[in-house]
């Protein structure tokens, strides 16, 4: 990465902002402690000044003046000065004069005095008066310059402190930034690969379980559905191609040798109406993949609602009960008690019309057929069960795929895409689909009932029998 680049960077800028936010809050933190301390040290030397006046004030004359000047003599750092005045003029003490600023009786105030000896310079200090029973004055002071060493010494702690956190924070912030930069790097040149086509490539991921390999994570997550969607979409296009070529391939010829053969209107239109029949096979299939695509992109949430499947079981029993009777196959029903669910009425019947019709189409003559809706506290089971070869085990997870045609129904009519409408209606409704062992064929649907349902949360199984 280029300097200029480095810097505009986003992480760069972003640590180095949290560098500046922690010195800022570092001079704060210390701003603080010093005023708190300060505040706390002057307070300590007002308590002291007003106890050490109340002290020299009660005792006698003649020990207030010993008193003073003890006081003076034993300040070995000269912080302390005091002062007893008698109409102005100094009694004892080291103060030169009286603080004009000063007034007896108030509190601890801030004001300048001087020393005997220095009376040229004005010292700071904290400051008290107090008017004796005798009417005379006692001042006592302490100098405000022992405050310096202790901000001092904060100040070069402060110093020490910050110098060294400021450079590792920059220094973090720069480690932080390159490796961002590195991570974004790989990940850049991964999508660069990805764009140009390899779509097995997927973002590099660590075990740091950080937000880049939670967001790596996800993107190939999305990469592994999106490559097996385009294989997918591959293999149908393959089987579309396949299955579409033979019944154009069967018209083509039809209607050559119409065109060379035929000797009269009947034989040609005869010719014409096979054609007709291809060709409606051929948009029989295109219109089934329209619907399944339809269907799996959820377009039809909107017809969505209550449906009663006892109800639609039992109406799709009795539409199909002349065809198994041309066919000598006995149907039954168990449906007598409403099972209420959420759902698309008109994708239900057809899912449950195609389960019918296979049935139909493996179920010899004699054989039987029986659907059968039961539920259990939330939720409910659809079977359909017939007497048929069923369907082995290792084609059970293929023949919900489109076109797959197992070996002993290839001569059978069909496009090899009903079970695969089935199943893009039955995962629309967030329902399940299972294909359920011999004797016999079994397929069974399964899902939550609908909140309305009279029987959701019941505890006991609900049937019962009709036969159309």
Not at 11 to 36: D, E, K
Request: charged share 20%; glycine share 10%.
């Amino acid at each position: 990465m280029r300097p200029t680049e480095f810097l505009r960077s986003t992480t760069l800028r972003w640590s180095l902002g949290l560098a500046g936010a922690f010195a800022v809050s570092t001079l704060i933190s210390f701003g603080f402690i010093y005023w708190h301390a300060v505040t706390a040290i002057t307070a300590r030397i007002d308590s002291t000044l007003e106890e050490e006046a109340e002290l020299i004030a009660a005792a006698p004359p003649a020990q207030r003046l010993a008193a003073i000047e003890a006081r003076v003599h034993q300040d070995i750092y000269r912080n302390k000065l005091a002062g007893l005045f008698d109409a102005g003029r100094r009694l004892a003490g080291n103060l030169a004069e009286l603080p004009g600023e000063v007034v007896p009786g108030a509190t601890v105030r801030a004001g300048s005095v001087r020393r005997v000896g220095e009376p040229q310079h004005a010292l700071q200090a904290r400051v008290l008066a107090r008017r004796l029973p005798d009417g005379q004055v006692l001042v006592l002071a302490r100098m405000a310059d022992e405050l310096g060493p202790f901000a001092r010494t904060l100040e070069r702690a402060l110093v020490i402190a910050i110098f060294p956190a400021l450079g590792f924070a920059v220094l973090a912030a720069v480690f932080l930034s390159r490796r961002a930069q590195r991570r974004v790097g790989a990940v850049a040149a991964a999508a660069a690969r990805i764009v140009s086509g390899d779509l097995r490539e997927r973002l590099p991921t660590r075990d740091a379980m950080d937000a880049f390999d939670q967001l790596a994570r996800i993107v190939n997550a999305m990469l592994d559905e999106i490559e097996g969607l385009m294989g997918e979409l591959a293999q149908v296009g393959n089987d579309i191609a396949h299955d579409l070529r033979t019944p154009l391939t069967r018209v083509r010829a039809a209607l050559e040798r119409a065109r060379e053969n035929a000797g009269s209107l009947a034989e040609l239109q005869a010719a014409v109406d096979r054609a007709i029949v291809g060709l409606d096979k051929s948009l029989a299939i295109i219109t089934a993949l329209l619907r399944i695509a339809e269907i799996e992109h959820g377009r039809r949430f909107a017809g969505f609602g209550t449906v009663d499947l006892a109800d639609l079981l039992q109406e799709i029993a009795e539409l199909y009960a002349p065809m198994a009777e041309d066919k000598s196959v006995t149907l039954g029903c168990t449906a007598a008690v409403p099972v209420a669910v959420r759902g698309d009425r008109d994708l239900l019947f057809e899912a449950i019309a195609n389960l019918l019709d296979n049935a139909m189409k493996f179920t010899p003559g004699g054989g039987s057929i029986e659907l059968s809706v039961t539920a259990r506290d939330h939720g409910f089971t659809l079977r359909v069960a017939d007497t048929g070869p069923g369907i082995p085990e290792a084609e059970r997870g293929a023949v919900t795929r489109p076109f797959y045609r197992s070996d002993k129904s290839r001569n059978t009519p069909g496009s090899g895409l009903g079970l695969s409408l089935v199943a893009a209606i039955v995962k629309l409704h967030g329902f399940a689909l299972s294909i359920g062992a011999g004797p016999g064929g079994v397929v069974e649907l399964s899902g939550p009932l609908s909140p309305s349902s009279p029987l959701a949360g019941a505890g006991d199984r609900f049937d019962g029998s009709s036969s159309p």
